[in-house]
């Protein structure tokens, strides 16, 4: 399964509100009615974190300006208001299709 | 605290070997699948392999099949990646993750370890 991510980069001014597209070759949506989508986010200098797993479900701590949607081959990661934290490289990722798990590019998210 | 803590890695000429190390604490490790995700410098996320709770299913990527071989010791609650024949491009940094235990739902690779470099050169 290929993801592709858009855009690849994204400038956006603190307070506003920010979007990224996932889309996969194939649908990720299971016979159990699950979408199996991951979202992560890379901070400069540090490990992969996770934030959204199966589509739309926020991980433990992850601020609830972030959300996830979508079904099948297409899904959005939002962010409500941008902070001067959430810079980084955003990756989605796939584990319904495995092997192999696949990553989406990366979009980096700046502060404009 | 729960953490994955990576040890291992460093400079190794081509066809070398290199074994990486991640040990767990203060989290749930014996039942969960684990995988290896590695980024080549300036790069995105690649993953490498996944073993079961067990150690008894393993898969790989395509490029390092036949050369690396994922292991667990759950006495000692570590994850191993043992890599042979070395190639420039292997040269990453190395993530140990956790993904759902072999009976629960699944939630994400929920813990990532620090990373390790490797790095490929004669």
């Known amino acids: 399964i290929v993801m592709i991510q858009s855009p690849l980069s994204l400038p956006v001014t603190p307070g506003e509100p920010a979007s990224i597209s996932c889309r996969s070759s194939?649908?990720?949506?299971?016979?159990?009615?699950?979408?199996?989508l991951d979202w992560y986010l890379q901070k400069p200098g540090q490990s992969p974190q996770l934030l959204i797993y199966l589509g739309s479900n926020r991980a433990s701590g992850v601020p609830d300006r972030f959300s996830g949607s979508g079904s099948g081959t297409d899904f959005t990661l939002k962010i409500s208001r941008v902070e001067a934290e959430d810079v980084g490289v955003y990756y989605c990722?796939?584990?319904?299709?495995?092997?192999?798990?696949?990553f989406g590019q990366g979009t980096k998210l700046e502060i404009k | 605290e729960a953490q994955l803590v990576q040890s291992g890695g460093g400079l190794v000429q081509p066809g070398g070997s290199l074994r990486l190390s991640c040990a767990a604490s203060g989290l749930t490790f014996s039942s969960n699948y684990m995988h290896w995700v590695r980024q080549a410098p300036g790069k995105g996320l690649v993953w490498v392999s996944r073993i079961n709770g067990d150690g008894s299913d393993k898969i790989y990527a395509d490029s390092v099949k036949g050369r690396f071989t994922i292991s667990r010791d759950n006495d000692k609650n570590t994850l191993y990646l043992q890599m042979n024949s070395l190639r420039a491009d292997d040269t990453a940094v190395y993530y140990c993750?956790?993904?759902?235990?072999?009976?629960?739902?699944?939630?994400?690779?929920?813990?990532w370890g620090q990373g390790t470099l490797v790095t490929v050169s004669s």
């Open positions: 990722m796939q584990p319904a299709q495995a092997p192999p798990y696949t």
């Open positions: 993750a956790r993904d759902r235990p072999y009976s629960g739902s699944y939630n994400g690779f929920d813990y």
């Open positions: 194939q649908s990720l949506l299971h016979s159990d009615g699950y979408n199996y």
